[in-house]
């Protein structure tokens, strides 16, 4: 059973840094693309970051320069070093990947950007 467990986020003032973790088990995942998602309140989820199987990174323009994806494939974990945070970065964060064209998605952990 493939599970995906974010962790890492927190209350941090603007202009502050936060680095999230997403695990990932019962899956070979070396051979996963993997994908940073939010959600903010009242809004709907949207795409944030992936990184390729192959290490191809590509950022939504909102996040371009302020966020670096990465992945440690002995750890089984991407992570998602968010810097120069906005309160507008405020959301739930959710990884996710897809094998034979099924999501899989984590639980979601909270980044709150406020002073």
């Known amino acids: 059973q493939v599970q995906l467990v974010e962790s890492g986020g927190g209350l941090v003032q603007p202009g502050g840094s936060l680095r999230l973790s997403c695990a990932v088990s019962?899956?070979?995942?070396?051979?996963?693309?993997m994908v940073w998602y939010r959600q903010a309140p009242g809004k709907q989820r949207e795409w944030v970051a992936d990184i390729t199987r192959w290490g191809r990174l590509d950022y939504a323009d909102s996040v371009k320069g302020r966020f670096t994806i990465s992945r440690d494939n002995a750890k089984n974990t991407v992570y998602l070093q968010m810097n120069s945070l906005k309160p507008e970065d405020t959301a739930v964060y959710y990884c996710?990947?897809?094998?034979?064209?099924?999501?899989?998605w984590g639980q979601g952990t909270q980044v709150t950007v406020s002073s």
């Open positions: 996710n990947t897809q094998i034979n064209s099924i999501p899989y």
């Open positions: 019962g899956s070979v995942f070396s051979n996963r693309d």
